[in-house]
């Protein structure tokens, strides 16, 4: 009997090892890796209080010590990157050029970025300045004509390749002014995907695609290309707190302005991923949290900053609403659209949405947050056009309502009523100009932005009647035959914003019904 007992231990015993070494050898090739994301930073490196909240959210060095514990554990080796529109936005970027941003980046370790688009609001002569002084490649398969760009770039991780290939949005020359894009080529995406993956799928162990397309483009991407493990993804803004896994692919985006961060986890066996974790870490201000090296640069460039915006322009009764300029009339739509018409004597006036891209407390507005909500070069400028342009200009407005799109019109001089309903293209129910319907044929003065004028968020029609070369000669405004009559490119639109509440003192805008949605059953 003990001989058998002892024997049935002994089998046991043998068991337990084979199978503890059968574990051990299976999970042997077993390697994980961190991908850390952020996208449409937009230069805001300061907390700050969002439009409708009263907590403050992001900050440069809140998000570095995030960034630092995570990338503390030596067993997780770790890449950190950017989905792009990273160097413009507040004035913490743009008062540099982005020059601050490269900065903090650099000192932050970032492994690589997509270009976005509004990475070209500065020009191309500015941009390969940044990318010279980047510690990091700046990464878009799919641009040609900027050979500063890189494709994709290789990287490994504790023997794990991980491939990363960036794609810029096909739109980037109307999503920023269209004479920062010439003489480059915007590639489709996904041929272009389509066109480097076997080669990045024979040398990676990882595909990741860095993408700055739109997280909607991004779900069509995954869905038509195989082959890709992640697409980390910015342009529109999303916050993406559960991932969708499109076959195989996760499509991922991290919100906006440094308010979260990015964390994907990757279990590597054999040269292909086998598991996945991932989620968002909403970033803002804790007590004795923040990176001092990074509190230290980004004070640095504040403090230059602030000596030249700190000064008060003015007081608004009322707050004024930036955060909805792309899908409904604002207040602070309808003052800005109401300086350019005033600006250029012009009946009606039409500005993008996209123009305005933070909104103003009520109470002292400052210089600085002027700057901050109207970021862009743009000036004020003027033509001719009929009235069926015109309603076609506004149809191209209205037409993608429903996807919070930048060139959502708001105006000055004019009503509408639409169905967000209706097909686009025929959206518009009633226009009046003056209290007086449109009239198809006549030729009204209507004033906008250059890059409007030129053609920018699509708007066509106005392209159509103004000549590029116009924009850039102050003696085309009034040329016999020409459509152009108002052209001042010497003077920023916010800062004839600034001056209006400089000459006003305390302004009071509100809605006014001038763009009103209608629903047919």
Request: proline share 4%.
């Amino acid at each position: 009997m003990k001989k058998l007992r002892l024997t049935a231990v002994l089998v046991f015993a043998l068991l337990s090892f084979s199978f503890t070494g059968f574990v051990s050898q299976a999970n042997a090739g077993e390697k994980r890796i961190r991908i850390l994301y952020v996208n449409d930073f937009h230069g805001f490196s300061q907390p700050y209080r969002p439009y409708g909240m009263d907590d403050q959210w992001g900050g440069a060095a809140f998000l570095d010590t995030k960034i630092r514990a995570l990338r503390a554990d030596p067993s997780i080796p770790t890449l950190l990157l950017a989905a792009g529109d990273m160097i413009q936005g507040n004035n913490w970027a743009n008062l540099f050029q982005g020059r601050s941003v490269i900065e903090l980046m650099n000192l932050m370790a970032f492994d690589a970025m997509v270009m976005g688009n509004h990475e070209l609001d500065f020009g191309q002569d500015v941009l390969k300045q940044r990318i010279r002084e980047a510690a990091f490649p700046v990464l878009a398969a799919n641009v040609l004509g900027l050979p500063e760009l890189k494709p994709y770039m290789i990287k490994e991780l504790d023997g794990i390749k991980v491939a990363v290939i960036g794609l810029v949005t096909e739109h980037t020359p109307t999503c920023t002014h269209p004479a920062n894009a010439v003489g480059l080529t915007f590639l489709s995406p996904i041929k272009v995907l389509k066109t480097y993956l076997p080669e990045l799928r024979r040398t990676a162990d990882v595909v990741i695609v860095l993408s700055h397309l739109g997280h909607d483009v991004d779900r069509f991407l995954a869905g038509q290309v195989s082959g890709v493990d992640a697409i980390i993804g910015g342009h529109s803004h999303t916050r993406v707190a559960k991932p969708p896994c499109i076959g195989n692919t996760l499509v991922l985006q991290a919100w906006e302005h440094g308010r979260a961060l990015g964390v994907l986890d990757l279990t590597v066996e054999e040269g292909r991923v086998t598991d996945s974790s991932s989620r968002l870490i909403d970033v803002k201000p804790e007590d004795g949290a923040a990176g001092e090296s990074v509190a230290e640069l980004v004070q640095r460039y504040q403090q230059r900053m602030d000596a030249v915006l700190d000064s008060v322009v003015g007081r608004t009764r009322v707050s004024l609403n930036g955060a909805e300029v792309r899908f409904r009339e604002t207040n602070f739509g309808n003052l800005v659209a109401d300086v350019v018409r005033r600006t250029a004597g012009a009946e009606v006036a039409l500005i993008n949405g996209g123009t305005i891209r933070a909104s103003i407390r009520k109470g002292p507005v400052r210089l600085k947050e002027l700057y901050s909500a109207l970021p862009f070069n743009n000036y004020v400028v003027a033509f001719r056009l009929r009235g069926d342009q015109l309603r076609a200009a506004l149809e191209h407005g209205l037409a993608r309502v429903e996807f919070r799109d930048g060139a959502f019109p708001q105006i000055s001089g004019m009503t509408l009523t639409y169905d967000p309903s209706a097909p686009a293209g025929r959206r518009i129910k009633t226009l009046f100009v003056g209290g007086q319907a449109l009239e198809a044929g006549r030729e009204y003065t209507v004033a906008t932005n250059d890059f409007l004028a030129a053609g920018g968020d699509g708007y066509k029609a106005f392209a159509e009647v103004i000549h590029a070369e116009d924009l850039v000669e102050p003696s085309a405004a009034g040329r016999p035959g020409a459509k152009l009559v108002f052209n001042d490119a010497g003077r920023w639109l916010r800062d004839l914003v600034a001056d209006t509440l400089r000459t006003q003192g305390e302004i009071h805008p509100v809605r006014e019904n001038r763009i009103v949605e209608i629903f047919h059953p």
